[in-house]
């Protein structure tokens, strides 16, 4: 046999190395597709993004207490859009409503301008809730959900104190147009 015929086949084409592989572009341009179809399939899910609006902030009512009277301000709330409710760069911009009957998150800052202790109650059609105490000469913040009706304001201990009422509307607001809410 000798030196002759090493390293070819016997058909005369010569042999193929280990690293040496057919590089077609149609093989390459496939093999892309098929990496770029996979990621595509990857990043779609059987995800659901509901556009329910963002609940509202608490509205809050100043609350002052004295030997004479309770007062509320405002003493109507969520009876329409709010003018002092948006932030300085949406002022211009249409508060989107909430079709909602949920009740409306109400903060109620109370200033007890009297000598005495005393807790702030709240009753009405469907809601009593009652403080804790607030010192004389002191304030404090007490948070209701109220749903939509008239409630009074009365100071537990002052019962010379003429209760104040506050109105709640079926008004309801988003709070999407409003940034840096938790």
């Known amino acids: 046999m000798g030196g002759r015929g090493r390293g070819r086949r016997s058909s005369g084409a010569p042999s193929r190395r280990a690293g040496d592989r057919s590089r077609s572009p149609g093989r390459a341009a496939a093999c892309l597709f098929g990496a770029a179809l996979a990621l595509v399939v990857a990043g779609c899910g059987a995800?659901?993004?509901?556009?329910?609006?963002?609940?509202?902030?608490?509205?809050?009512?100043?609350?002052?207490?004295?030997?004479?009277?309770?007062?509320?301000?405002?003493?109507?709330?969520?009876?329409g859009p709010e003018p002092t409710r948006q932030i300085p760069q949406n002022q211009h911009a249409a508060q989107?409503?909430?079709r909602s009957g949920a009740p409306l998150a109400v903060a109620l800052v109370a200033a007890n301008l009297t000598d005495f202790e005393s807790r702030l109650e709240v009753r009405g059609p469907r809601k009593d809730a009652s403080s804790g105490p607030l010192v004389a000469n002191g304030n404090g913040t007490f948070q209701v959900d109220l749903p939509t009706g008239v409630y009074t304001l009365s100071a537990a201990d002052i019962p010379a104190a003429k209760p104040a009422k506050l109105t709640v509307g079926p008004y309801r607001t988003s709070s999407k147009n409003d940034l840096l809410l938790p």
């Open 47 to 79: 995800q659901e993004h509901p556009n329910e609006p963002r609940p509202q902030p608490p509205t809050r009512v100043s609350v002052s207490i004295t030997e004479h009277a309770i007062t509320a301000r405002p003493s109507r709330i969520a009876i």
């Open 96 to 98: 989107p409503p909430v």
